[in-house]
């Protein structure tokens, strides 16, 4: 960039900052950087929380390999998958008696694609048709029955890939790091890996991420890349316990035993 662009560029940014603000000061400033604002705070969200306890270990941008049949429970519904990044948290709510068939596009994929039900019968598309008539939206933003064939579209579009070229990450697909996603100006918050959340015992409980989930579970797939964003404060304490660990033989018979576990 040039001396006069950068001062072009200055000048606009205080011209914004005078006339409409800070918030959309540091929103063009970021654009400028060709970041997104909103991934941006949520990664500066999860540096504040991390910054504020002794964990080190917690980092919820690293994607992990797991069986997707150990999936069968969803965690709390208060859980987010972007602004809950990287907590730790203690408690009873891993205690999750919430499967995964509670979830209308969970369950209606399954119908779609391993027992042939038709779209327009599924629980999803009777629920987006209604609240459409109703003038609402549903299901990944429907406003329209147009809407609503273009969300089939994709669906079915989505088993295909999977099916044919296997589960992919986010990663993967865009030849960038999760963190770098998330600051690029493109993020979409929609579009990210199968989020979790694990329990104390090491359970992996179901945050988001529905239709891939639901077409794993069909193809019955050996392995998908998943997010962590939440973990009990119990588990991470075991976590830290193998990470300071010179080698195995220090650890607790309770450390032993969850080795083999892939968030560890």
């Not at 990044?85 to 596009?105: A, H, N, Q, T, Y």
């Not at 997010?227 to 404060?233: D, E, G, K, L």
Request: hydrophobic share 35%.
């Amino acid at each position: 960039m040039s001396l006069q662009n950068i001062r072009a560029t200055c000048l606009e940014g205080i011209s914004i900052l005078r006339t409409e603000g800070l918030l959309p000061f540091i929103r063009a400033g970021l654009r400028e950087l060709n970041l997104n604002h909103r991934g941006f705070y949520y990664y500066l969200n999860y540096l504040y929380k991390r910054s504020r306890r002794s964990y080190r270990t917690a980092e919820p941008f690293t994607v992990v390999a797991v069986d997707p049949q150990r999936i069968r429970y969803r965690a709390p519904s208060d859980i987010d998958r972007w602004t809950h990044i990287g907590e730790v948290r203690d408690g009873g709510w891993d205690f999750s008696d919430r499967p995964l068939e509670d979830g209308s596009k969970y369950r209606s994929v399954v119908d779609r694609f391993e027992h042939g039900t038709s779209w327009e019968e599924t629980d999803i598309y009777q629920a987006a048709l209604e609240r459409i008539e109703n003038g609402e939206t549903h299901w990944n933003g429907c406003r329209t029955v147009d809407d609503l064939e273009r969300r089939v579209d994709h669906v079915e579009r989505l088993y295909e890939t999977i099916r044919k070229s296997g589960f992919k990450s986010q990663s993967e697909i865009h030849g960038r790091s999760v963190k770098s996603i998330v600051l690029r100006g493109s993020f979409d918050r929609s579009k990210t890996d199968i989020a979790v959340a694990i329990g104390r015992d090491g359970e992996i409980l179901f945050i988001d991420g529905n239709h891939r989930l639901a077409i794993a579970h069909v193809l019955d797939l050996d392995e998908i890349p998943v997010r962590v964003v939440v973990r009990h404060a119990q588990w991470q304490d075991l976590r830290e316990e193998v990470a300071a660990a010179d080698s195995s033989d220090g650890l607790s018979a309770r450390a032993k035993s969850y080795l083999d576990h892939p968030d560890m």
